[in-house]
T-cell receptor, first 115, second 112 residues
Framework: ETGVTQTPRHLVMGMTNKKSLKCEQHLGHNAMYWYKQSAKKPLELMFV???????ENNSVPSRFSPECPNSSHLFLHLHTLQPEDSALYLCASSQDTRTSGNTIYFGEGSWLTVV | SQQGEEDPQALSIQEGENATMNCSYK?????LQWYRQNSGRGLVHLILIRSNEREKHSGRLRVTLDTSKKSSSLLITASRAADTASYFCATDNSGGYQKVTFGTGTKLQVIP
């Protein structure tokens, strides 16, 4: 138990569906992240939020839409995805983004399959 | 890109042997961290080494850092079947905010 909870753990969706991934952290952290992990590729940083403000959007297609309503919750809204978007999506948090050397705490991930 | 690159991509050893994984990176860093990921799960932080440190120990883990060669190694001594996992190095840049980037990982299999 890392203190970062992701739901759902598994999601299968059609290319025309709209779904959302949810992340909640119970660590009192101020920074939250979305990463994408595909087979044989480096872990890709998608979005960074600091105190509910998005500080990084790593050229992620607009079919992925993040939302951070408060420092404990982070969503990833998905719509009109492509099969190549199938991957493990990892949410993470850290104390903040301004201090170097923060440990990043990851959730267990949401396995997404686009059919 | 700032991300670290782990080597080898895969490693298979017998229980009780030592496992060594290496990480190389391209630009200067503040810190380097090692993480572990069990199959299909999230990553778990193992150890952090700062740029002014050369070696660090934590239990059966030993990490070295050579900033002149831009490389780090993770040694797991007396490996156990439970050490089977993927291991990632993560580099921490010195930008305006902490940006941690990961490599593709080393997949370690420890055979009982």
């Amino acid at each position: 138990e890392t203190g970062v909870t992701q739901t759902p753990r598994h999601l299968v969706m059609g290319m025309t569906n709209k779904k959302s991934l949810k992340c909640e952290q119970h660590l009192g952290h101020n920074a939250m992240y979305w990463y994408k992990q595909s087979a044989k590729k480096p872990l890709e940083l998608m979005f960074v939020y600091s105190l509910e403000e998005r500080v990084e959007n790593n050229s992620v297609p607009s079919r992925f839409s993040p939302e951070c309503p408060n420092s404990s919750h982070l969503f990833l809204h998905l719509h009109t995805l492509q099969p190549e978007d199938s991957a493990l999506y990892l949410c993470a948090s850290s104390q903040d983004t301004r201090t170097s050397g923060n440990t990043i705490y990851f959730g267990e991930g949401s396995w997404l399959t686009v059919v | 890109s700032q991300q670290g690159e782990e080597d080898p991509q895969a490693l298979s050893i017998q229980e009780g042997e030592n496992a060594t994984m290496n990480c190389s990176y391209k630009t200067s860093i503040n810190n380097l961290q090692w993480y572990r990921q069990n199959s299909g799960r999230g990553l778990v932080h193992l150890i952090l080494i700062r740029s002014n440190e050369r070696e660090k120990h934590s239990g059966r883990l030993r990490v070295t850092l050579d900033t002149s060669k831009k490389s780090s190694s993770l040694l797991i001594t007396a490996s156990r079947a439970a050490d089977t996992a993927s291991y990632f190095c993560a580099t921490d840049n010195s930008g305006g905010y902490q940006k941690v980037t990961f490599g593709t990982g080393t997949k370690l299999q420890v055979i009982p």
